[in-house]
């Protein structure tokens, strides 16, 4: 039996959540597993319909980390366990066990300055497990020089699995929603200032001079909705700019279908850094080739000059001429084509393969 322990897991939504339950989905295939979560009000129906046991922890967030590693601790006591696998250096640092420890690395939950009192925690914590699981290449040369030994180090980027038929009726809402609006940009994130929304409507205002029925639409939440919204209407946008937040997955999913580009050039914004970007991957099941910034993992999602482009997010001369080339001429069906041949890599099936290599 392997034991999970995430802080992230669904039903909450988020990249995070959807990378655990899909690691914990692949290793019930293959291995007995107990998964050690976070309590979500509306997990009890979510819980049901998994054929592996899910064991919730709620409480305030100090007490509820302090209880969530003395029931493992229990646990590890009382069962035969042959590893333990956490979401986060946090989820580990309380857990005292003989039997192998992996844990997941994403970038911004490591970068703190060196030799400072979080990062002599990290370094301790990861230092002590037997494998560290980095999402990209960036990633692993992040914790390096934060000090994790190189060795303990392997790039697993994270799966998704193969997307879902849209229903008819969200495709026909997304449809009457653009009509003849085009190009089509779409951003798939939380509002905050790493995901860099503000680079791609302040570019937005000189495209619409080459594009009169440009439109990009924002999907998400976050503490920037409120100066995003203001900066849209400040530079004249609200014809071209659209904000959805609280819609259904099926609806989500056709936009992201029924556009053409998606577009996140993230920057680091303080210590917070995009360690990978699942949202390129899951555009490029739809055809549709991504705009990343060089700031991060993005190139490890992203074929630089054919499954989209990487740019400087923080120039904005850069962010606009890279949505212009994709623009001109269609370029973006080209790449569109090339990023949903090559985005098999990373579903779930053949990234698990790279888990079994160490597990087993």
């Known amino acids: 039996m392997y034991l999970i322990i995430t802080r992230a897991f669904p039903p909450e939504l988020g990249g995070m959540q959807n990378l655990m339950w899909g690691l914990a989905k692949e290793m019930s295939k293959n291995f007995m597993i107990k998964v050690f979560a976070d309590y979500n009000e509306n997990h009890k129906q979510f819980d049901q319909k998994e054929n592996f046991s899910i064991e919730r922890i709620g409480g305030m967030k100090f007490f509820r980390k302090i209880r969530k590693a003395q029931l493992i601790n229990e646990f590890l006591k009382e069962n035969k366990v042959k590893g333990v696998i956490a979401d986060h250096w946090k989820s580990l640092e309380l857990i005292k066990t003989d039997q192998k420890k992996y ?100 570019a937005l205002r000189n495209l619409k001079q080459r594009y009169p029925d440009i439109v990009y639409v924002c999907v998400g939440y976050g503490d920037e909705e409120n100066n995003l919204k203001k900066l849209v209407k400040e530079l004249d946008l609200t014809g071209q700019v659209m904000f959805f937040k609280d819609i259904s997955d099926n609806l989500k999913n056709a936009l992201i279908a029924k556009s053409n580009i998606f577009v996140m050039p993230s920057i680091i ?86 888990y079994k290599k160490i597990l087993n």
């Open 103 to 202: 844990c997941l690395i994403h970038g911004k939950e490591i970068n703190h300055p060196n030799e400072s009192s979080v990062n002599k925690r990290v370094i301790k914590v990861l230092n002590n497990a037997n494998k560290v699981i980095a999402n990209s290449k960036y990633t692993k040369n992040l914790a390096i020089d934060k000090g994790v030994d190189q060795n303990k180090i392997i790039v697993i980027n994270p799966g998704i699995y193969p997307d879902k038929n849209i229903d008819k009726k969200s495709k026909e809402k997304v449809e009457s929603l653009f009509k003849v609006k085009s190009p089509r940009l779409i951003t798939v994130s939380r509002f905050d200032k790493r995901k860099n929304h503000e680079k791609v409507i302040m």
């Open 269 to 354: 914004h303080k210590t917070s850094v995009e360690g990978f970007g699942i949202a390129y991957i899951e555009a490029a099941q739809y055809g549709i080739p991504s705009i990343g910034g060089k700031d991060g993992g993005a190139s490890d999602a992203i074929e630089h000059d054919k499954t989209g482009l990487i740019c400087d997010g923080n120039n904005l001369d850069d962010v606009y001429s890279s949505l212009n080339s994709l623009i001109e001429n269609k370029k973006y069906l080209e790449f569109g084509k090339n990023a949903k041949e090559l985005v098999s890599k990373f579903y779930w099936q053949e990234i698990f393969e790279e």
